[in-house]
């Protein structure tokens, strides 16, 4: 907490403007994502390719693209998914979706010293963000992702 706002009001005010001003955090939310995209694809070529494909104030447009894997099964057939990881500035909060179902919604939320990015109530540092937006999308096909989803344990 900052030692200059010295009243409950000063510290909500400034809660209040951080949080007005969640489209700076989004344009660092992006920046993490354009970097983990990079890494991904030097890293990890042999398994899919990501590409931004779009970005705009509000959304940041990916495909990825999967390498056919040695052994193909019929479950597992290369092909390119479309993610999107969308700012929306009236919850405020970022979704994520790939082939058209929402995968995930971190909330933006803030106190008097910043605004950042929540899952669970837990505050993420950028990295962190952008590790679970991604890691599951580029990792793990599609249909291995929605059987997992669906499985009644």
């Known amino acids: 907490m900052s030692l200059l706002l010295s009243n409950w009001v000063e510290r909500r005010a400034a809660k209040e403007r951080n949080l007005r001003n969640a489209i700076d955090l989004w344009k ?82 803030a106190d008097c010293d910043h605004a950042f990015i929540t899952l669970h109530g837990r505050e993420l540092p950028l990295d962190e963000f952008s590790r679970l937006t991604l890691e599951d999308i580029f990792f793990t096909p599609p249909q291995l992702r929605y059987l997992m989803e669906n499985q009644e344990w």
């Open 28 to 109: 660092k939310a992006q920046e993490a994502i354009a970097e983990a995209c990079q890494s991904l694809n030097h890293h990890y070529a042999d398994v899919a390719t990501l590409r931004r494909i779009k970005q705009d104030n509000n959304l940041v447009l990916l495909t990825v693209t999967r390498v056919p894997s040695p052994i193909i099964h019929a479950s597992d057939i290369p092909g390119t998914e479309l993610v999107t990881v969308e700012f929306e500035a009236e919850i405020p909060g970022i979704t994520v979706t790939a082939a058209h179902r929402r995968l995930r919604e971190f909330q933006i939320e």
